[in-house]
């Protein structure tokens, strides 16, 4: 087999090398997560047995964790689709080694946010009311319809690109020939099938978009639809999506560091991306602080009664520990750290994503429960205090999105192998060409 | 159609609390243990806010009973997914404790914190299993209730004056708060009928309701010097 032996010798050889070799750091790790999701899974069968009264939700604090990491795993989630799509979208040359990442990430997070709701029902029984006696003229629903569209967009979106990498898998043969087979869909790489390939990718992309957009302004609707101070704001659907966004590209960051590490990708995840990712980080946190100081100062300044005490709840009152602890990290940290050249190495990089992920999930907290904390009445303050079914949940999120991560890692690769093998062959001829179609027209002497 | 409307008088109000106590039982209110209650897990259909004001040592209390208000344009029902509150043509706020999700973000919308959850499985006294309502269904583990305005009651005089063929008389539909007051500081009745007790109270020079700038209409009417 002449075309096998061909592939055997391929330069992006480490790049399947995870797909047949497995070590022992993975099996631990593995271990461990699965321990964790088998805790957060008892957890769960308790509080349905012995209802939500397990959760230190209460009256008339009616939403708590499981609502603030809903809001906060779907903002993850438009780390991948949208980033990518719009890297596409802009013909970024150095997307390459970053999509395919981006898009796993948008998965497997879209599918632990989108259950998060289902946690938070009293009648997790009676979910199919949604559907048999639905309302669509409750943002609940809206929600459940963008999700749905996302999260069928944004999987097509994974598998399309993921095509001719399956095939490249299936040729080289080894295990799960049925699997690689199947998913593959008789892709040879003839002129044809590139053609389609790459209007599909093209339409989906386009419409991801405007679909990503949708679905965390529609979150920020649950919110902004009621009448609650502190809730009821204009801004919430852009402010929601910006923040989304630049949680999205931290979580992203983070992954791709460790990813490199893990499987010695340093010569395909080169510097130059992730001081790119940064910069992109640094405007995103510019943004989302421009959004924070317009959505406070506009409550702060008109000073209505119920909006300011919940403002103060936030500045000075209790939850002012995590008020400004958000804004240490999801501005000063990272506009520190990555502008000056000095500390935006891969080290500085990874903190400063680690502290807007913190950051942005604080910022999800401080949202959801000072509001209700701080009811219109004048009925006593609430208290929140999320018990050990809370974190135990919120640590089996976190576990079904690493094991989820490093299940796919082991069956498909995790950087776009056809893409690099374009962009050795095709982009650099492309792009050539299209800076001198920048250029000032040649005329002739 | 009537549209039945409450007034409470603030300044006949003692505080007491009757008109929580009837309610839970003649509403089937499970009745939550000490520590669960700590937690704010407690329900009340009828609620009671104190406030205080002033230094001391001169301290003003002002006591307000709270019921659901019934607004004539319900928050709650706007944004529930399943449909599982309703506001009916006599402009009584209900709650279907078959179809509720349990997703409580009827709660979360009401302005006035009307609205309970059951975070448990009711968990019943000695004795008082042997006395419910026979008129109110029992509310299971996960969903949210709220004041009905004693709707069963109204079945019943409904029934009453079909018999009779006649209109229901002012007075004669009347919720357990009411019936238990002591200081006879709760009226309720049909806002629509002009000749109704309900309705002149409404007018009365002291009459307000709570943050009608909301504009969502509530149904229940305070009487106050002081205004709350």
Known sequence: ?445 | MPKWAMVIDLDKCTGCGACMAACNMENNVAIVAPKEAQEGHVMFWMDMITSYEGEYPNIEVKRMPKPCYHCDDPPCIKVCPVGATFRNEEGLVGQVYMRCIGCRYCMAACPFTAKVYNWGEPQWIDGATTCFNPDVSRRMVGVVEKCSFCAHRLIKVKEDADQEERAIRDGEYVPACMENCPADAIYFGDIEDRQSMVHKLSRNYRAFRVMEDLGVEPKLYYLSKRKA
Request: charged share 15%; aromatic share 16%.
């Open chain 1, 1 to 445: 087999m002449d075309r096998n032996a061909e592939h055997y010798i391929d330069q992006d050889e480490p790049l399947y090398r995870p797909l047949y070799q497995t070590g022992k750091g993975f099996y631990i790790t593995a271990g461990i997560l699965v321990l964790v999701i088998i805790w957060a899974a008892y957890m769960y069968f308790n509080q349905i047995r012995y209802g939500l009264a397990v959760t230190g939700m209460n009256q008339p604090v009616t939403w708590g964790f499981y609502i603030v990491n809903f809001v906060f795993f779907i903002g993850i989630s438009h780390a991948g689709t949208l980033i990518s799509a719009i890297l596409r979208l802009s013909k970024a040359e150095w997307r390459r080694p970053i999509t395919r990442m981006a898009e796993v990430i948008t998965a497997i997070v879209l599918a632990i946010g989108g259950l998060h709701p289902i946690i938070d029902l009293g009648r997790p029984d009676r979910m199919l009311n949604l559907f048999e006696s639905g309302r669509l003229q409750s943002p609940l629903l809206w929600d459940v319809t963008s999700i749905t569209a996302y999260f069928t967009a944004s999987t097509v979106y994974l598998y399309i690109p993921m095509i001719p990498d399956i095939a490249k898998v299936r040729d080289r043969g080894g295990k799960l020939q049925w699997l690689y087979a199947f998913m593959a869909w008789g892709y040879q790489g003839t002129e044809h099938q590139k053609k389609v390939l790459n209007r599909a990718i093209n339409i989906l992309m386009v419409m991801v978009i405007p679909i990503a957009v949708s679905v965390h302004t529609v979150i920020s609707y649950i919110f902004s639809m009621t009448l609650q101070p502190g809730w009821h704001s204009t801004i919430f659907g852009p402010y929601f999506v910006v923040g989304a966004i630049f949680s999205g590209i931290a979580a992203l960051l983070i992954v791709m560091i460790a990813f490199r590490k893990a499987y010695h990708l340093e010569r395909y995840l080169r510097e130059i991306h992730f001081q790119y990712l940064a910069t992109l980080l640094l405007i995103m946190s510019i943004i989302w602080f421009y959004f924070t100081f317009s959505e406070y100062l506009t409550g702060a300044f008109g000073a209505e009664p119920h909006e300011m005490q919940i403002i103060m709840y936030k500045f000075t009152g209790p939850f002012a520990v995590f008020f400004w602890g958000m804004v240490l990290c999801n501005f000063v940290i990272p506009v520190i750290l990555l502008s000056f050249k000095r500390f935006k190495t891969i080290g500085g990089i990874l903190i400063a994503s680690c502290a807007v992920v913190v950051g942005m999930w604080l910022e999800r907290l401080i949202i959801v429960v000072p509001s209700l904390a701080n009811p219109r009445m004048d009925i006593p303050f609430g208290i929140y205090i999320p018990t050990v079914t809370e974190w135990a949940l919120f640590a089996g999120g976190i576990a079904v999105f690493i094991l989820g991560y490093m299940v796919f890692s082991k069956f498909f690769p995790i950087i776009s192998i056809w893409e690099i093998e374009e962009g050795r062959t095709e982009g650099l001829k492309e792009v050539e060409e299209r800076i001198h179609s920048y250029l000032p027209a040649q005329t002739n002497p």
